[in-house]
């Protein structure tokens, strides 16, 4: 089983920058396909971005795509995310989530392995 912790998050001012990272252990990065998830107060948990393992590719929501990269270092076990252009509602906390052999998705669920989050606050 995979062990994730993310960082990186912080305050930030709508305009600017951030970049989380996932530090994955336990196992070898290449064989999951990893996804970057938002839950804001009151809101769903919702999909951001996904790696698909093995260069599967990758995949966006729509209102980040654009303004967000998603980048993994299979050799280092580390999965980011450049965030750039950031909104006020870009505010949520930040989950990393693996599933070991996955096709890609965008629905919680088919990610079993997860994060503690890192918060991410973007002020107006």
């Excluded at 729509?62 to 993994?72: L, M, P, Y």
Aim: aromatic share 10%; charged share 20%.
């Amino acid at each position: 089983q995979v062990q994730l912790v993310e960082s990186g998050g912080g305050l930030v001012q709508a305009g600017g920058s951030l970049r989380l990272s996932c530090a994955a252990s336990g196992s070898t990065l290449w064989r999951y396909t990893m996804g970057w998830f938002r839950q804001a107060p009151g809101k769903e948990r919702e999909f951001v971005a996904a790696s698909v393992w093995s260069g599967g590719g990758t995949g966006y929501a729509d209102s980040v795509k654009g303004r967000f990269t998603i980048s993994r270092d299979n050799a280092k076990n580390t999965l980011s995310l450049q965030m750039n252009s950031l909104k006020p509602e870009d505010t949520a906390v930040y989950y990393c989530a693996a599933r070991i052999f996955g096709r890609d998705s965008t629905r919680p669920q088919d990610f079993p392995s997860w994060g503690q989050g890192t918060q991410v606050t973007v002020s107006s």
